[in-house]
Nanobody
Framework: QVQLVESGGGLVQAGGSLRLSCAAS????????MGWFRQAPGKDDDIVAAINWSGSRTYYADSVKGRFTISRDNAKNTVYLQMNSLKPEDTAVYYC?????????????????WGQGTQVTVSS
């Protein structure tokens, strides 16, 4: 079992920044690829970013490329999502998830463990 707890969400004006954190406990954190997903009201949850076990490889959805950065600190069992130049369309509940894989994955079904989510609201 892996427990994931997100933090760092909140209300921010368009153009602002937020940094989400996801603290993991349970199994060896470095054995897992990590991802950030988001779900806006009335929409399916989509992947935002993903990272492999070491942090050497990352993936970003086209909608956030150049604005968001995913990173991880295996010593602290934490994955981060730095979000800059936020837009109202970034408003969603953001979830971190863990996949039992050393390689990053963008396939939602491969993510076994999920956090409870943190709300990000961007006002115009």
């Amino acid at each position: 079992q892996v427990q994931l707890v997100e933090s760092g969400g909140g209300l921010v004006q368009a153009g602002g920044s937020l940094r989400l954190s996801c603290a993991a406990s349970g199994r060896t954190f470095s054995n897992y690829a990590m991802g950030w997903f988001r779900q806006a009201p009335g929409k399916d949850d989509d992947i935002v970013a993903a990272i492999n076990w070491s942090g050497s490889r990352t993936y970003y959805a086209d909608s956030v490329k150049g604005r968001f950065t995913i990173s991880r600190d295996n010593a602290k069992n934490t994955v981060y999502l730095q979000m800059n130049s936020l837009k109202p369309e970034d408003t969603a509940v953001y979830y971190c998830a863990a996949a039992r894989s050393f390689s990053l994955t963008t396939t939602k079904n491969e993510y076994e463990y999920w956090g409870q989510g943190t709300q990000v609201t961007v006002s115009s």
